[in-house]
């Protein structure tokens, strides 16, 4: 890219927020630049517990409104991307002493009626003693309740929101950093340094600080400007252990100290346990779990389930950080609302900036229309609102059947093993068919880098996913991770540099 491109909105920050509204933004019309200093979900948007959901413990909290827009939410996104966003069922045990029935039974018929429900059925009660739900769990747990809500790969969403941007005609520009920025003529100039050496000019109309983490760093730092809000940093951390049920349901767990802990299957093979809630002064950038939230995760799982879990048989962690939204009358992390508040700073004739604090995965369509709405004055956007009806990437799946598609695409690919079938699908969708167009028998697919991962995927991967590394492949664009070794790990580098350079 050359020098001096100008823009009508240089979005900042490569998150769910920043995608949604670089997607946004370019179905209106505008000539759009988005920067991310690392990858794509390289933070906050692929450490999450992985659920779009309403937040049934945010009713304590009286958070109703915002409860209200993510049921709402749930409904529009798993119509927009059914490969990688799909129902999931949860099993709560009753514990007496520390929630009465009463109040859960309220509690889920709000759940089930603050918002239209279209797709996922209603909760109800369960017998433990006689239901398969209850087998894993402590002969202590008897009765129980059962709700929906769903499961997304959120790296995933990140990454289909920037490629549904860039073929709006949008530019998505990975390991780019905004250096600076200041205002002049009407227009914010910007100085981007790209993989920390190349340095880019560019101009914009608007800026978008949608920096998660780094928001309130990067308006005093980088842009030298002041703000209304401030960002809070909440970790939140969990652990893969090899699944402790059989069936498809998840649960969630209510703790002692009134928080609550989801256990949900997780990539076949194993159970993921999270989440935790602690105040967070470190580099967002570096965070990890400590061995005191390990042994809280596990304690928390051994209080109900039969199988005992301990640090030693934890596979896997990931830890996050959460941009909260600052509230001076919440001590506790876990009352911090999930909302979000948008500011937009749009003096006369002085170019805007709009800056995102807070937020949650489930409401990232949502804040990005809410956002784009607001930039619509000073940049003269006509185009009205569009993302509610509109398919992600690979999710323009008929009726939003994936059951059914799957079943076309075993037709279309018989000679793909089964559980390679199946991942292809949830990942990809109707996009799949682009990875595959030139392959008619496994052997196609190239050589298997790492187990469940042939070249002809990190070849679409780098081409047009912006994948780049191998974490970026294992870790974010799929999961495969957990089933990689030291050997394999080399040999999917040292392709991934060929294609790269190549």
Same mark, same amino acid.
């Given at each position: 890219?050359?020098? &001096? ?15 949604? #509204? /670089? ?24 450490? *999450? ?34 490969? #990688? ?34 797709? =996922? ?7 433990? &003693? ?16 059962? @709700? ?5 790969? +959120? ?8 490629? &549904? ?26 100085? =981007? ?52 049920? +059989? ?16 256990? #949900? ?16 002064? %470190? ?20 209080? @109900? ?6 640090? /030693? ?5 990931? *830890? ?50 809410? /956002? ?72 196609? =697919? ?14 679409? =991967? ?18 495969? %991770? ?21």
């Amino acid at each position: 890219m050359a020098n &001096d491109q100008h823009y009508d909105l240089l979005v900042v920050g490569g998150g769910i927020n920043g995608a949604g #509204i /670089a997607r946004d933004a370019a179905g209106r019309g505008l000539r759009v630049l988005l920067c991310e200093k690392d990858d794509l979900a390289g933070h906050t948007s692929s450490a *999450s517990t992985k659920l779009i959901h309403g937040g049934l413990r945010y009713l304590e909290y009286y958070e109703f409104g915002l409860v209200r827009k993510a049921l709402k939410e749930r409904e529009v996104l798993l119509r927009s991307a059914p490969h #990688i966003i799909w129902p999931l069922r949860f099993v709560m045990p009753h514990v007496p002493h520390l929630r009465p029935a009463w109040m859960i039974r309220i509690g889920l018929f709000l759940y089930d009626h603050l918002s239209r429900r279209e797709l =996922l059925p209603g909760s109800c009660g369960v017998n433990l &003693d006689k239901h398969e739900l209850g087998a894993p769990l402590q002969d202590s747990m008897h009765q129980g309740f059962v @709700y929906s809500d769903a499961w997304v790969d +959120d790296a995933r969403l990140v990454v289909l929101n920037a490629m &549904d941007a860039q073929e709006r005609g949008a530019h998505i520009m990975t390991r780019t950093k905004l250096q600076a920025a200041q205002r002049e003529a009407g227009l914010w100039r910007a100085t =981007l340094v790209k993989d920390g050496q190349t340095e880019i000019k560019v101009t914009a109309r608007a800026i978008v600080n949608a920096a998660g983490p780094w928001a309130s760093e990067l308006l005093h730092q980088h842009l030298h400007q002041t703000a209304r809000n401030e960002v809070r940093l909440v970790k939140g951390s969990h652990i893969v252990v090899n699944k402790m049920f +059989d069936h498809d349901h998840a649960y969630i767990f209510q703790n002692p100290d009134k928080r609550i802990i989801f256990a #949900i299957p997780y990539e076949q093979e194993f159970t993921l346990i999270g989440t935790t809630d602690l105040e967070y002064k %470190g580099d967002p950038g570096s965070v990890n779990i400590s061995s005191d939230e390990v042994s809280y995760l596990c304690d928390a799982a051994n209080r @109900y389930f039969k199988k005992s879990i301990q640090a /030693a048989d934890v596979l896997w962690t990931y *830890s996050g950080v959460r941009p909260l939204l600052e509230q001076e009358d919440a001590a506790n992390p876990s009352a911090v609302t999930r909302d979000y508040q948008l500011e937009l700073d749009a003096a006369h004739e002085q170019a805007p900036i709009l800056s995102v604090f807070g937020g949650k995965i489930t409401t990232f369509r949502y804040l990005a229309e809410e /956002a784009v709405n607001l930039l619509a004055p000073a940049l003269g956007i006509t185009k009205p609102a569009w993302t509610a009806h509109a398919s992600l990437p690979g999710g323009d799946i008929p009726d939003a059947d994936f059951s059914g598609f799957f079943q076309r695409f075993q037709a279309q690919y018989p000679w793909l093993p089964a559980v390679l079938a199946q991942r292809y699908a949830r990942s990809y969708g109707t996009r799949a068919e682009r990875m595959l167009s030139e392959c008619h028998a496994l052997s196609d =697919l190239g050589e298997q880098l790492s187990p469940g991962l042939y070249e002809a995927e990190v070849r679409y =991967l780098a081409e047009h996913e912006w994948a780049r590394t191998t974490d970026d492949i294992l870790w974010r664009r799929s999961k495969l %991770g957990l089933h990689a070794t030291p050997a394999t790990v080399q040999a999917l580098q040292e392709k991934l540099t060929q294609l790269l350079i190549s």
